[in-house]
Structures are given as C-alpha cells and as structure tokens.
T-cell receptor, first 112, second 111 residues
Framework: RKEVEQDPGPFNVPEGATVAFNCTYS??????FFWYRQDCRKEPKLLMS???SGNEDGRFTAQLNRASQYISLLIRDSKLSDSATYLC?????????????FGAGTRLAVHP | NAGVMQNPRHLVRRRGQEARLRCSPM?????VYWYRQLPEEGLKFMVY????????ESGMPKERFSAEFPKEGPSILRIQQVVRGDSAAYFC?????????FGSGTRLTVV
C-alpha cells in the first residue's frame, strides 16, 4: 500500500466550477500535512498547509481528518490558471526534520 | 537573494556513463534534500544532507548512487553507470530548519 494515495484524475472542469480532491495516508503518526502544486515539468510549490481545524486561503480550502487519515482540498470558482497537478504531502514522525512523502498527484484541467 | 540553483537543467547521458547533478542551496541554508520524480509519478525522497554529513539516505538506491554536501561548494548527486531507468527529474530542496524551497530540477535522459 502506498504511503500517500490520491485519485490521479484527470479532473476536467469548466471555469467557475468547484472541484474537490481527496487524499489518504497510511501512517497514523504522520505529523504535518500539505498541498503542493506542480505545473508541467516544473518544481512543486507549496499551496497551503493543512490543519485539523481546516484552513482557507482565498478560493482554496483544506481539511484534515486524523481519525480517517484523510486530507481534502476544495477549489471554488476554478480559473484556467488553476490547471496543474496537485500533490498531497505528509511528513513522518521520525528524524526531527522535514522529510516529505508525496502522493502521485491529481491532475486538474480547467477549460473555458 | 537567489533561490535554490540546480544545474544542469537538462542532462543527456548514454548508458554506462556517469551523471553529476549539482545543487546550490539558498544562502544561509544548511540542509539539502534530493528527490527523484519518475515519469507520471510523485516525488520520492532520496537523501538528506547537512554540511559534510549524510543524515538520511534511506531513499537512495543501494548501488551506483551517491550524494555529498561538502563544506564549500554545492551538493552533488552522482549516478554511476546510468541505465534507462534512471531517466527522471531530480529535484533538490534546501531549508534552514523548517519549510522547503525547491530548485527547478535537473531532467536526466539516458539514451
């Protein structure tokens, strides 16, 4: 079983749509959680951290459910520029440093 | 304040040759991480280094791969006797303690 699992997509949505991505992780002791965005053939960039209380940044809302080991990302009012691959990322407990465990990513394509 | 610099951006090697990938962390950052991304897959952790020390190499293949981060100069990821399966994007990231900054990556193609 993969440590972090995501639906690969692609999700093809029209501009203005609301789209939700899900992610599950296998290590119940994982410490920190993130969503990264990766544009084609470029480096991943941090989109937002994810907290149990939920957090929102503009059109983006992230949620963590530790009991279910489930992370979600909601994008409202999709823009063409949101087209990218969204990576679910967790950090394990050991080491005391930020070794990132990446999911394979969910591809989003927003069309006019 | 330059970001994390990786070079070369693209590297083509024939099977059996050596590949050297370089990563210069952001100024003041003493932690370097290397990740590999195979086609259509997510990034996989390879190795974590601090100056002159390998802290965690649990993601490194046992053979042909090595990494260093000398006191002076960039971090180097070295792949000896490359094979087609080594073709991938290799990303380096640096951090002071928490929070990452990724470089633009090196795309290695083995022909």
């Amino acid at each position: 079983r993969k440590e972090v699992e995501q639906d690969p997509g692609p999700f093809n949505v029209p501009e203005g749509a609301t789209v939700a991505f899900n992610c599950t992780y296998s290590n119940s002791a994982s410490q920190s959680f993130f969503w990264y965005r990766q544009d084609c053939r470029k480096e991943p960039k941090l989109l937002m951290s994810v907290y149990s209380s939920g957090n929102e940044d503009g059109r983006f809302t992230a949620q963590l459910n530790r009991a279910s080991q489930y992370i979600s990302l909601l994008i409202r009012d999709s823009k063409l520029s949101d087209s990218a691959t969204y990576l679910c990322v967790v950090t394990p407990t050991s080491g005391g440093y930020n070794k990132l465990i990446f999911g394979a990513g969910t591809r989003l394509a927003v069309h006019p | 304040n330059a970001g994390v610099m990786q070079n070369p951006r693209h590297l083509v090697r024939r099977r059996g040759q050596e590949a050297r990938l370089r990563c210069s962390p952001m100024k003041g950052h003493s932690h370097v991480y290397w990740y590999r991304q195979l086609p259509e897959e997510g990034l996989k952790f390879m190795v974590y280094l601090q100056k002159e020390n390998i802290i965690d190499e649990s993601g490194m293949p046992k053979e042909r791969f090595s990494a260093e981060f000398p006191k002076e100069g960039p971090s180097i990821l070295r792949i000896q006797q490359v094979v087609r399966g080594d073709s991938a994007a290799y990303f380096c990231a640096s951090s002071p303690n928490e929070g990452y900054t990724f470089g633009s990556g090196t795309r290695l193609t083995v022909v």
